[in-house]
């Protein structure tokens, strides 16, 4: 019989409309979602239960999943619901005021009437909600409940339902520099909704699980590692139109160029590449390459030395790209095209640009620290990501040297082979058996 799982999908309701929001953390909980919905061993539903406002999360998941190409394979179930006439209504109103904005990247405000209409339609379904409750949320329809992002609803709200819960990383609480405070605050908040007794959590690396397992607790019996996948459109682009289209829509000039994606934030690194990729141009004289930057300003914080950096060198600043967001299907194009893939990350809880550079046949190059050294496996050049000798030395290195780079390309093509979302799936249901199974024994010894 298939194990019922209501899988959680608020993430898409706190940044619904926003497409240069999308993270990797969307893609994982897109892509689980699609692979898991199609095993005949399990019946998955979506569910939203981590907003504050129910009716705005469940409305904008339900819109999300509407407008989704390709379709979901699975039901979605409201969990706050004014009723069929209500419903509709501030689903066509919601619509209409993301709709104003011919930009969807940006949040303008909508017209003053559809405004109006969106705020008297949610306090009257409030209302009707008060004056006729229905019980919605039936948890004792599921074996399990799944929360892939990072959030974690209330106990209160999914009762004594097994809970499986997806840890990427603990980055606020064990590099609080790398964030701000409130990030911190939030972050402590959602961990201690985590039952160390109760829980399941699915990690992302062995790197990341230990880490978790020391600062909380938890036995590590409890704790699954389930590694992500590199997305399916991602692959080695031959088409050298294709590549060099892809290069002028983000202005990358001619030559030869070494990419880097990330949101400009702290532990990314950014400033050392910078000024690393400065000093190479320095001491090699070299006329013809450059340092992209892909990731959106808007995923980012704490950035001033970033940019500080680039300006520091008004006789290089030139070579210098920063795209700004890159749109899914110039993805594969724009790794492809790169000499070699740069990622001196401080921190990472699995790094997937690594995995995805390697699937699109870029040499890599990436640090020594955190859980890097586990994904890249051996087949990417490991730096030091704070000695900048190292770094200067592999981007110089791989640039020059074509039989390394070939065997990188080779190496990481392989690499990327061993992940995929059907092992992260099958890893992820058994998880689902092992906490059906011990909630089911729960309940009948109560």
Known sequence: MPIKVAYDISIFARDFGRTNAVTGIHRVVSELMDEMSHRADLTMTAVALCGDDPLDDCTKVSLFLDNRKPSANCEFEYTYYPGRHLADAYKSVLQAVHADDPDPSRWRRPRTLTRYLRSALHRLAHYHRLVFPTALFDRKTFDV????????????????????????????IVRPEFVDKHSTWVFETWLKRIDVEKDWVSSISEFTKA?????????????????????????????RKVIAATRARYHVPEGEYLLCLAAP????????????????LDEQRLSDTYLVLAGTKERGWMYDEIFAAAESSSKHRSR????????????AALYSGAVAFVFPSLYEGFGLPVL??????????????????????????????????QLCDAMATVRADHALREDLRRKGLNRAAQFSWKRSADLTAEMYRIAAGEGARVRVEA
């Open 356 to 389: 995805e550079a390697m699937q699109c046949g870029t040499p890599v190059i990436t640090s020594t620290t955190t859980s890097l050294p586990e994904v890249a496996g051996g087949a990417a050049l490991l730096v030091d990501p704070v000695d900048s000798d």
């Open 265 to 280: 934030q702290p532990r990314k690194n950014l400033a050392h590449l910078i000024r690393s990729f400065f000093r190479l």
């Open 320 to 331: 210098l790209i920063f795209t700004g967001y890159v749109a899914e299907e110039d993805l």
């Open 211 to 239: 880490e978790f397992c020391e600062r909380t607790g938890m036995s590590p019996e409890r704790v699954r590692v389930v590694p992500l996948a590199a997305d399916r459109f991602l692959h080695p682009v031959a088409d």
């Open 145 to 172: 409940f799944h929360c892939p992002h990072t959030e974690v609803p209330p106990r209160s709200r999914t009762g004594d339902l097994p809970r499986v819960l997806t840890v990427y990383d603990l980055i606020p």
